[in-house]
């Protein structure tokens, strides 16, 4: 017996919306089967709460920390110099790759040092920042500065260099302006790789935060996970760690919707 086209094709989109909707629920069962485990490696190795505290407890202590306020005002801390971090380090990326995208002379006077300063790790250099500039919080947001600047920078380099060359004539052919091409060719080009670079700019400052905080801080999510080390309370070191997470996630999720905004007329149905 033959099908026709238009049930087949119903059929076909009726197993495309059970697929896509399945595929929301991967997440969720996966953290539960991940906390599951967690459960029972911590119930059957019989390890004492210190060393690996079950999930339940994990749970109790972060109910005690959001109650008294606790989490609350690290949390803040942690989320305001990681935000701000994030905006300058960003700006002087887009600056600093804008510069160097239009000129070769200047890309080798400042290329070395660019990369030399990516050979010393963030967490060997912290300690020193902190001598010098104290454990405020300037500090940190230099310390997320200088995590979030380079992968920015080179995104940013990237998407312009990456402008067709054709389209560069056609400008000039036009007699734009140096800021008519920025606003009308190169900014529009370059878009997709930089917010490609600014996803990956948004977690690290998160961690560029935290090390700010471990190294010297009396706030913070950072300085939380001193204290639960310093005092054995491995419940709140989970607590604090799976708060950082959900910042990275959030923060991550906010240049996704900002991308997808800005990228909108990728997606529009172009005239024939």
């Known amino acids: 017996m033959e099908v026709s086209i238009p049930n087949a094709l119903r059929a076909l989109q009726a197993k495309n919306r059970l697929f896509r909707r399945a595929r929301l629920f991967l997440t969720p069962i996966s953290m539960i089967l991940a906390l599951v485990l967690w459960e029972l490696v911590a119930r059957i190795a019989n390890l004492p709460a210190f060393i690996l505290p079950t999930p339940g407890r994990v749970f109790e202590r972060f109910i005690q920390a959001a109650s008294d306020g606790t989490l609350l005002r690290h949390t803040l801390a ?44 963030i967490v060997a250099i912290a300690p020193l920042l902190v001598i010098w500039f104290g454990p405020g919080m300037g500090t940190k947001v230099l310390i997320c500065s200088l995590i979030v600047f380079f992968p920015v920078l ?21 007699r734009a302006t140096r800021l008519q091409n920025l606003k009308y060719l190169e900014i529009p080009a370059a878009l997709p790789v930089f917010l490609g670079g600014l996803r990956i700019g948004a977690t690290l400052s998160v961690i560029g935060g935290v090390i700010g905080e471990l190294v010297g801080s009396n706030r913070g999510l950072g300085f939380l996970i001193n204290v639960g080390r310093g005092q054995f309370d491995t419940a709140l070191v989970f607590v604090a760690v799976f708060t950082l997470v959900t910042l990275a996630l959030a923060l991550y999720g ?16 172009q005239e024939k």
């Open 254 to 269: 906010l240049v996704m919707l900002l991308e997808k905004r800005l990228l909108s007329w990728q997606n529009e149905p």
């Open 78 to 121: 942690t989320l305001l110099e990681v935000v701000l971090g994030l905006i300058t380090g960003t700006v002087l990326a887009t600056f600093t790759g804008y510069w160097i995208a239009r000129s070769r002379m200047f890309e080798k006077l400042i290329a070395p040092y660019l990369v030399a300063s990516q050979a010393i790790p």
């Open 154 to 174: 080179v995104n940013t380099v990237v998407g312009l260099r990456a402008v067709p060359e054709d389209l560069r004539t056609l400008m000039r052919s036009l």
